[in-house]
């Protein structure tokens, strides 16, 4: 079973950037990987998605500020954050889609202050 352990995360002021990290404990290149995110009181939403091929699909409220990246030689994927607002505020996970399972992170908390 393969782990996804995230880091990068912390308290960064509204304007700010970030970049999380999606370590796998092995080959992720064949998967398809996730960014989603959990503000309190809300549902787990989607923020972007990797293709094994690299073909990349943002949220459309969060296009022109959020990329995802991978690189299989790190077994890593990334989120690069960029002009960072409050609403970003949430618990950020990694997930690896296997078919039709998905294995989870445990999670990166975010916090932007205005």
């Known amino acids: 079973q393969v782990q996804l352990v995230e880091s990068g995360g912390g308290l960064v002021q509204a304007g700010g950037s970030l970049r999380l990290s999606c370590a796998a404990s092995?080959?992720?290149?064949?998967?398809?990987m996730g960014w989603y995110r959990q503000a309190p009181g809300k549902q787990r939403e989607l923020v972007a998605t990797?293709?094994?091929?690299?073909?990349?699909n943002v949220a459309d409220s969060l296009k022109g500020r959020f990329a995802i990246s991978r690189d299989n030689a790190k077994n890593t994927v990334y989120l690069q954050m960029n002009a960072l607002k409050p609403d970003d505020t949430a618990v950020y996970y990694c997930?690896?889609?296997?078919?039709?399972?998905?294995?989870w992170g445990q999670g990166t908390q975010v916090t932007v202050s205005s």
């Open positions: 990797i293709t094994s091929a690299g073909n990349t």
């Open positions: 997930r690896l889609q296997v078919v039709f399972s998905f294995v």
């Open positions: 092995r080959n992720i290149s064949l998967f398809n």
